[in-house]
């Protein structure tokens, strides 16, 4: 049955597009253009910051002076 819908969807794309729809490979003149490193750099550092705010909202100072045991705990 998922074979049947698949192959319904591809004929309906072939209507609406006129042609056979393909995926975009990844070409080595891609790798060279800025827009693609400043992509990569902008992911870089949003999960960088990810990160580094998930893991600084966990950790705990240790030489704070409010902190109590109950809040290990918890």
Not at 19 to 26: F, N, S, T
Not at 30 to 53: D, H, P
Request: aromatic letters at 14%; a negative charge.
């Amino acid at each position: 049955m998922e074979g049947y819908v698949n192959h319904l969807v591809k004929k309906l794309q072939e209507i609406q597009f006129g042609q056979d729809p393909e995926i975009p490979q990844l070409s080595f003149v891609e790798l060279r253009s800025w827009n693609f490193w400043k992509g990569v750099i902008g992911e870089f550092v949003a999960t960088l910051l990810f990160v580094y705010m998930g893991v600084s909202s966990t950790v705990v100072l240790v030489g704070s002076p409010d902190v109590d045991i109950v809040q290990y705990l918890a």
